[in-house]
T-cell receptor
Framework: GAVVSQHPSRVICKSGTSVKIECRSL??????MFWYRQFPKQSLMLMAT?????????EQGVEKDKFLINHASLTLSTLTVTSAHPEDSSFYIC??????????FGPGTRLTVL | ELKVEQNPLFLSMQEGKNYTIYCNYS?????LYWYRQDPGKSLESLFV?????AVKQEGRLMASLDTKARLSTLHITAAVHDLSATYFC?????????????FGKGTKLTVNP
């Protein structure tokens, strides 16, 4: 099946720094990718839709200036958490639709902000 | 606003027993997904249900969809310990294949020997 990778898998940073997370579709092209956030023992919440060649669309309540998304190519989307704070600590997961009827999820990035 | 409700949220069962997880959603949707998540891991796709009356089976798991009732079920047959995980259903939030998923809260399944 289709493969989506994320890098890094785990990151620890100090409060106030910025962190970039990459999401790649390894064996297919994705004009759209999705970024989700999952807090401990909770469900996944969609943060934004990443669109190749155009601006990302953000869900209500998600700060676009804090979570910068760039869909640089048909296989790469990046999420940058700017000026990270402890409350941004979470599990960030990207996904990409493929073959018209399913989505493939990346392995996730666990962000810890000290 | 689309709401997706799963129940139960926690399920502890013995090996060999059968049980059903329910997923209700509030508005019409094109498709419904079931995923499995192991602790510390991402999501593994189990089923995609695309039409009313759809039934899919894989091993000890069987999923069905009733779009009129806005209900999907995930049935577990003769549970084994390896099925212990959290199971999520998700619904296409807008429809028309937008693929913006709205997830239920998840059902944490523990299968005891």
């Amino acid at each position: 099946g289709a493969v989506v990778s994320q890098h890094p898998s785990r990151v620890i940073c100090k409060s106030g720094t910025s962190v970039k997370i990459e999401c790649r579709s390894l064996d297919f092209q994705a004009t759209t990718m999705f970024w989700y956030r999952q807090f401990p023992k909770q469900s996944l919440m969609l943060m934004a839709t990443s669109n190749e060649g155009s601006k990302a669309t953000y869900e209500q309540g998600v700060e676009k200036d804090k979570f910068l998304i760039n869909h640089a190519s048909l296989t790469l989307s990046t999420l940058t958490v700017t000026s990270a704070h402890p409350e941004d600590s979470s599990f960030y997961i990207c996904s990409a639709p493929h073959a018209g009827d399913t989505q493939y999820f990346g392995p996730g990035t666990r962000l810890t902000v000290l | 606003e689309l709401k997706v409700e799963q129940n139960p949220l926690f399920l502890s069962m013995q090996e060999g027993k059968n049980y059903t997880i329910y997923c209700n959603y509030s508005t019409t949707s094109d498709r419904l997904y079931w995923y499995r998540q192991d602790p510390g891991k991402s999501l593994e796709s189990l089923f995609v249900l695309l039409s009313n009356g759809a039934v899919k089976q894989e091993g000890r798991l069987m999923a069905s969809l009733d779009t009129k009732a806005r209900l999907s079920t995930l049935h577990i047959t003769a549970a084994v310990h390896d099925l212990s995980a959290t199971y999520f259903c998700a619904v296409d939030g807008i429809g028309g294949g937008s693929e913006k998923l709205v997830f239920g809260k998840g059902t944490k399944l523990t299968v005891n020997p």
